[in-house]
């Protein structure tokens, strides 16, 4: 997904160049190991999936003047069930903290087809959520 929301908003020669000279770095959860990422931009997306130990991994990678941006939709968790999502334990454990910020979105800001709104009420409305 960021992949394609960066040739949304990029050239590609842009993109090529940024890739290339690490502007823009992407890299699989596990390879954050041991790093420490000063005066950047991180997100970490389709964070639903993500363990308890892989979100603490992540979260403490911050370096200084960095932000981290993590995004994801727990009505869409594919862990298996002795697994628990790290995203919902971030929110558990984190939520009091001062700077740490949580935003909830609804099918009010879909921007994909209207369909998909629609969908999103539906499984709302069967879960009895609405």
């Known amino acids: 997904p960021l992949y394609d929301a960066l040739n949304d908003m990029l050239s590609k020669d842009k993109l090529k160049k940024y890739l290339a000279d690490k502007t823009i770095e992407i890299a699989p959860l596990a390879y954050m ?12 997306d389709e964070a639903q999936n993500a363990t308890q130990i ?5 979260l403490t990678r911050l370096g200084v003047t960095s932000k981290a941006i993590i995004t994801g939709d727990i009505t869409q968790i594919d862990l298996p069930p002795s697994d628990k999502s790290g995203l919902l334990e971030a929110v558990r454990i984190l939520g009091k903290i001062k700077g740490i910020e949580f935003i909830n979105f609804s099918s009010k800001d879909v921007i994909r087809h209207q369909l998909v709104k629609n969908i999103i009420n539906a499984y709302e409305e069967s879960n009895g959520k609405k």
Do not use: E, P, Y
């Open 54 to 58: 892989q979100m603490k991994m992540f």
């Open 33 to 44: 190991r041991g790093r420490t990422l000063h005066n950047s931009f991180m997100i970490l």
